[in-house]
């Protein structure tokens, strides 16, 4: 799809790439004199203090010509005129762990500096004109493994003042990995070296033996009871213990699904999808309340006469019969062909089914005494760069080859400092108290008041607007506009609020009759000008099996649509 980028001050686009001002460098500091105990009249004898080493003074890796708005002040509307964006709903989730929703994300996108910048291309970048905290990075191939090493910039501080280093890094890295993260972030599902161990807190032969039984997999004999296949490598106790939670876990499963669907889905209850019955009807009734979900998930139906029919064809009398989540999850397991896999697909809860059985395996027999400190693929230490300045270095390995990684690892490098102050447990060396709730817990106060080292500085979020304060030490400068805000807009409402200086710069759908009035430049159109983005996505028809039952139909309906008329007319002219 295209999309209309349009704003209305122009002039206060100077915001374009926020270059500026960092600290101010210091002179280095002389040796301090040294001088002898007291003596008994009270005087002191100063003494020659011993060579010592020059102080080398180490420069901040910052841009030579940054704009720097301490020492020349911003002036009319960049200093006055707080730019406003359009945004939507926001969840309040601003935290670079925690943000669950797109435009959360980019609400802490604006305190946060990345360990790479990605740019307009969608290419990774680092270096001193780069909005990053690497100052260089390079990707080697070695025999099975890629080795990715990242030379991080001197003396760039957070919004604080306090100097970033590598430790800021590894506690990022280190709070993604935690085993009780529960955050939107996929960081731990990348196979660098020794991160499965720790985030299972186990040993590599325990994941090995989990993934060779998950591999071989479930069956049923002829009765239908549920079997398990012969993993290589792996004792006959083990995989009676691996496989013992299966049914218990199950169940749990398909009462999620069953809560979900009733909790987001009582207005489909006596449309095409659940005819025949109301609300009244289903809420509070258990036998119901399950068949509804089974219903709008696709793992049965209702015949004209109100009965479920299962997705294996047997036919349960309601509400009389009883329809329950072991029902469900027999009936779900069975239709999957006990595909594991397949039945991870249908999580509508906080963990996919594969992932539970190998926690609770794990908890139970796998887990090491003293448990798993550290993840052996992520080091750090000191390195001489080309120019011969001395940085830090954070050095992660992977086992084999992932094109996608390198999208993965520059991650928000957060201030340590400012997410464990206040903490009361014990936390190691990166700065995390492993697997422990109360350190998860304690991170999340923090969602509605972002740090890092981004352009801007949160100040508040109130009556649907987050207002910004420019972070003048930001490694690229002073940001030329003095007050940033997003404003939530309805969708759809967007060129309204264009046109009304609602907000300054929204993200409206393109059509050719929004053109046309811009560049007609006529009554409130006269201020706005546009860009057109192209908008990677698809669109679908979809029809729903309930509605019409017979695949041919559906099929022959797919067949008479002229798809290029819909695209033809979707686009216009654009």
């Given at each position: 799809m295209k999309k209309v980028l349009a704003l209305l001050l122009t002039f206060v686009m100077v915001f374009s790439v926020l270059a500026a001002c960092g600290p101010k460098e210091t002179d280095p500091?002389?040796?301090?004199?040294?001088?002898?105990?007291?003596?008994?009249?009270?005087?002191?004898?100063?003494?020659d203090p011993e060579p010592t080493e020059p102080v080398v003074e180490v420069k901040p890796d910052v841009p030579e010509d940054r704009y720097d708005a301490i020492a020349t002040p911003r002036t009319g509307n960049n200093a006055t005129s707080p730019l406003v964006v359009s945004t939507g709903t926001l969840d309040g989730k601003f935290s670079p762990f925690f943000a669950t929703s797109a435009y959360d994300v980019d609400v802490a996108g604006m305190t946060q500096l990345g360990l790479l910048h990605y740019n307009k291309d969608g290419a990774p970048e680092a270096g001193i004109n780069s909005p990053s905290f690497a100052y260089e990075y390079k990707q080697d191939v070695k025999g099975d493994t890629s080795v990715y090493t990242f030379v991080l910039k001197n003396g760039i501080p957070f919004s604080d003042g306090v100097i970033m280093s590598a430790k800021d890094v590894l506690f990022s890295m280190?709070?993604?990995?935690?085993?009780?993260?529960?955050?939107?972030?996929?960081?731990?599902?990348?196979?660098?070296?020794?991160?499965?161990?720790?985030?299972?807190?186990?040993?590599?032969?325990v994941i090995e033996k989990v993934e060779s039984m998950l591999e071989a997999g479930i069956d049923a004999d002829d009765e239908g009871n549920v079997t398990y296949n012969p993993a290589a490598g792996v004792s006959?106790?083990?995989?009676?213990?691996?496989?013992?939670?299966?049914?218990?876990?199950?169940?749990?499963?398909?009462?999620?699904?069953?809560?979900?669907?009733?909790a987001a889905y009582p207005a489909y209850i006596g449309s095409d999808y659940?005819?025949?019955?109301?609300?009244?009807?289903?809420?509070?009734?258990?036998?119901?309340?399950?068949?509804?979900?089974?219903?709008?998930?696709?793992?049965?139906?209702?015949?004209?006469?109100?009965?479920?029919?299962?997705?294996?064809?047997?036919?349960?009398?309601?509400?009389?019969?009883?329809?329950?989540?072991?029902?469900?999850?027999?009936?779900?397991?069975?239709?999957?062909?006990?595909?594991?896999?397949d039945v991870d697909e249908e999580n509508a809860g906080d963990a996919e089914f594969q992932q539970r059985l190998m926690d609770t395996f794990i908890l139970g027999y796998g887990q090491i005494e003293?448990?798993?400190?550290?993840?052996?693929?992520?080091?750090?230490?000191?390195?001489?760069?080309?120019?011969?300045?001395?940085?830090?270095?954070?050095?992660?390995v992977l086992d084999g080859v992932d094109p996608t990684a390198i999208f993965k690892l520059g991650v928000s490098v957060v201030p340590q400092h400012y997410y464990t102050d206040g903490y009361a447990g014990e936390t190691n060396a990166q700065g995390v108290d492993v697997g422990n709730k109360d350190?998860?817990?304690?991170?999340?106060?923090?969602?509605?008041?972002?740090?890092?080292?981004?352009?801007?500085?949160?100040?508040e979020y109130k009556d649907n607007v987050v207002t910004y304060s420019p972070n003048e030490s930001f490694l690229l400068g002073s940001p030329r506009i003095h007050t940033f805000r997003y404003k939530e807009i309805s969708l759809g409402a967007e060129l309204d609020s264009l046109k009304t200086d609602e907000v300054h710069y929204?993200?409206?759908?393109?059509?050719?009759?929004?053109?046309?009035?811009?560049?007609?430049?006529?009554?409130?159109?006269?201020?706005?000008?546009?860009?057109?983005?192209?908008?990677?996505?698809?669109?679908?028809?979809?029809?729903?099996?309930?509605?019409?039952p017979e695949l041919?139909?559906?099929?022959?309906?797919?067949?008479?649509?002229?798809?290029?008329?819909?695209?033809?007319?979707?686009?216009?002219?654009?």
């Open positions: 500091t002389s040796p301090p004199t040294t001088t002898k105990a007291p003596t008994e009249s009270g005087e002191t004898t100063p003494v280190y709070v993604l990995a935690d085993p009780l993260y529960d955050g939107s972030s996929t960081f731990y599902t990348m196979k660098i070296q020794g991160i499965g161990e720790y985030r299972l807190q186990t040993s590599k032969d006959e106790a083990d995989q009676e213990a691996f496989w013992a939670p299966l049914n218990d876990l199950g169940v749990e499963y398909a009462q999620e699904i069953i809560d979900y669907v009733n659940f005819p025949g019955y109301e609300e009244e009807d289903v809420v509070g009734n258990a036998n119901m309340e399950a068949a509804f979900g089974m219903v709008m998930w696709g793992f049965g139906d209702l015949d004209d006469d109100g009965n479920l029919v299962d997705a294996l064809g047997n036919v349960h009398n309601l509400p009389e019969d009883t329809v329950d989540a072991q029902l469900y999850w027999d009936v779900l397991l069975e239709d999957l062909g006990y595909n594991l896999a003293g448990g798993v400190p550290d993840i052996t693929g992520i080091t750090t230490g000191t390195v001489v760069s080309d120019d011969g300045v001395e940085r830090e270095y954070v050095e992660i350190f998860i817990a304690h991170l999340k106060p923090k969602n509605d008041n972002p740090v890092g080292a981004g352009p801007y500085v949160f100040e929204a993200d409206p759908s393109a059509s050719t009759t929004i053109i046309n009035d811009i560049t007609s430049g006529e009554g409130d159109y006269e201020k706005l000008q546009y860009t057109l983005v192209d908008n990677d996505g698809y669109g679908y028809i979809g029809i729903q099996g309930q509605a019409i041919e139909v559906r099929t022959a309906l797919a067949r008479a649509m002229n798809c290029q008329l819909a695209v033809d007319d979707y686009y216009g002219e654009l």
